[in-house]
């Protein structure tokens, strides 16, 4: 994660600096991923619990939660809430009112995340209308209460329009986040997504001249190439070296992988987008045994620099501040994890003496 309002705006290094263990994805109820398999009773999910706690992981993100009664989300979150875990529920088109908000603050939840793809417009169907409604209702709720709330917007071909108004309304909802996510789309090529990345970090910037402090994030790596050549042609250079080292910092302490994926069986897997490379499930080892086996040829491959990157990447310019992007979204466009991330958006041969040309601002 890229905290770009602290980079750009204060010329700082994030405040939280990166633990050296991953953030855990939890995926609570996935048919796809279940299988033929048992989901893991109430017992085992707190003994996966133990397991993160004891192998020091800070983030646990849930997704999937409408599978579950809310009972068992709310016991879930409070144990690990007892355990020290920093815990975020994800919501995808589910709405959730003031009394269950609050119900899942007084268990011990941190944050409440809503996807919003874009603008609910006649045009859309009635399914994707529907779930950004939920969505924003339930930031609407959340500001009554002592969560910290989180709009995602998932850049594609669709939403890139609309990222400045998505913006201002993540702030008139009072959010306390805004994270920007790239999904890989070939409509939507290496320039709009830079013009986007663009057009988010001058909005950042000028939140920030109005006194208006929303949390502006990039969800990846993939985004620090692109970040450090806004820093150089937009701030001075002290303040863009600042920004290189920062990043290059952050790369160095990440965990590699950065996020590891645990599946409703609790299946272990290198990160998202890797649902067909189970590393193995707690169920036969913990999960600290799984996460750091020194035998296993992916995650070694996955955690040697050289070997895990691409050969373009290998000669990027921007190689020390970008480890490659994700090899999830390699492996899902390309079945094969060690090629290029088909987000990537840098110029690869910038011109001498400043960044290549790019289209006007929008």
């Known amino acids: 994660m890229i905290q770009l309002d602290a980079l750009l705006c204060d010329c700082e290094h994030p405040t939280t600096a990166p633990s050296g263990t991953p953030t855990v994805e939890w995926e609570l109820t996935d048919e796809a991923l279940l299988g033929d398999r048992a989901p893991l009773s109430a017992s085992e999910r707190r003994a996966v619990v133990d397991q993160l706690a004891d192998f020091g992981v800070e983030t646990l993100r849930l997704t999937g939660s409408t599978g579950l009664d809310a009972a068992a989300v709310g016991e879930l979150i409070s144990y690990a809430d007892d355990h020290g875990l920093e815990t975020t529920l994800r919501t995808d088109g589910q709405q959730l009112d003031r009394d269950r908000l609050e119900s899942l603050a007084d268990a011990g939840l941190h944050r409440i995340s809503v996807r919003v793809e ?122 863009a070296t600042d920004v290189r080292t920062a990043l290059r910092e952050r790369l160095g302490a990440a965990p590699s992988p950065p996020v590891a994926k645990l599946g409703p069986a609790g299946q272990v897997y290198p990160g998202p987008f890797w649902d067909r490379y189970a590393l193995d499930s707690v169920r036969a080892r913990p999960f600290d045994a799984i996460w750091t086996d020194e035998a296993n040829p992916l995650l070694a491959r996955l955690r040697h620099e050289e070997a895990g990157l691409p050969d373009r990447c290998r000669s990027c310019q921007f190689g020390d501040v970008c480890s490659g992007g994700s090899r999830g979204r390699a492996l899902t466009a390309h079945d094969d994890p060690f090629e290029p991330d088909p987000v990537c958006y840098v110029h690869e041969e910038p011109a001498v003496g400043g960044s290549a040309a790019e289209s006007p601002a929008d």
């Not at 169907?125 to 939920?134: T, V």
């Not at 850049?155 to 890139?160: C, F, G, M, R, T």
């Not at 909005?203 to 985004?223: C, F, K, P, Q, Y």
């Open 118 to 239: 874009g603008l609910s417009t006649p045009r859309q169907e009635h399914a994707a209308a529907d779930d950004i409604d939920a969505a924003l209702e339930t930031l609407r709720a959340a500001d009554d209460t002592e969560l910290a709330t989180e709009l995602r917007f998932p850049l594609h071909a669709e939403s890139v329009t609309h990222i400045e108004e998505i913006y201002d309304l993540a702030a008139l909802l009072s959010a306390d986040r805004f994270r920007l996510t790239h999904v890989p789309e070939p409509k939507l090529d290496g320039e709009r997504r830079r013009r986007a990345v663009r057009r988010l970090a001058d909005l950042t910037r000028d939140a920030h001249e109005r006194n208006n402090h929303i949390e502006t994030v990039l969800s990846g790596g993939i985004d620090a190439g692109y970040v450090t050549e806004y820093a150089r042609d937009n701030l001075d250079g002290e303040c």
